[in-house]
């Protein structure tokens, strides 16, 4: 069940970067892609039920979308994941007179 869902992962990967690199046309990237992420979504919720769905699921079932429209893949993603850097250091201080001075 998990290593299935680990080789979904590794597909959706291999599709968003064989699009990026323009590797294949970009719509039938989109509808391999949109069929891998289908897949994907199906073996997270088996192995781990729906209460485990979060916001970023559903936003990566709109790439396919966005590779059509855009013709090219957004990879800029790496803002959120320093956000979420900052945010974990962030939310631990109390002093929020001088709030930026103790969070750098």
């Known amino acids: 069940m998990f290593s299935g869902k680990f080789q979904a992962g590794g597909g959706v990967r291999d599709l968003v970067l064989i699009a990026k690199r323009g590797e294949v046309e970009v719509r039938h990237a989109s509808v391999e ?17 729906t209460d485990h769905i979060k916001p970023k699921h559903h936003w990566m079932m709109d790439i396919p979308r966005q590779l059509v429209r855009d013709g ?8 959120e994941r320093t956000h979420q850097v900052v945010k974990g250091i962030a ?4 002093n929020t007179q001088w709030y930026e001075r103790s969070v750098l």
């Open 91 to 94: 939310q631990h201080i109390d």
């Open 72 to 79: 090219y893949v957004l990879d800029a993603f790496v803002i």
């Open 33 to 49: 892609l949109q069929r891998a992420l289908e897949v994907y979504m199906q073996l997270h919720q088996h192995a781990y039920g």
